[in-house]
């Protein structure tokens, strides 16, 4: 069994930063053997990949609407994994959620939410002036 627990979100104007983090807990929770995934979910709208972070080498993949303005990185000792925003933007206004899966994750099945086993609660991200 695996703990997620998210943090950093909040409000911030168009244009600001937030860093999230997830930090993870349980029995054989370590980094080396989980991929970690930030997803995110507007009212209304389904669920979406944000990005993802590889077990192992650490591979990265990020969704289009975020490419070259949010960075995913881990602290494998701390085992814990950050999203880090810049630019943001209105349309990123959404409830943020890591998740974990116990594979290697790779390619375009980084953002689908069915390989992935474990989910964190959510943390509220709003962007508005």
Known sequence: QVQLVESGGGLVQPGGSLRLSCAASGSGSTLNYYSIGWFRQAPGKEREGVSSISSGDGSTY????????????????????????????????????????????????????????YWGQGTQVTVSS
């Open 62 to 117: 990020y969704g289009d609407s975020v490419k070259g303005r949010f960075t995913i990185s881990r602290d494998i000792a701390r085992n814990t994994v950050f999203l880090q925003m810049n630019s943001l933007e209105p349309e990123d206004t959404a409830v943020y959620y890591c998740a974990a899966a116990r594979l290697y994750v790779h390619g375009s099945m980084w953002s689908l939410t069915r390989i992935y086993d």
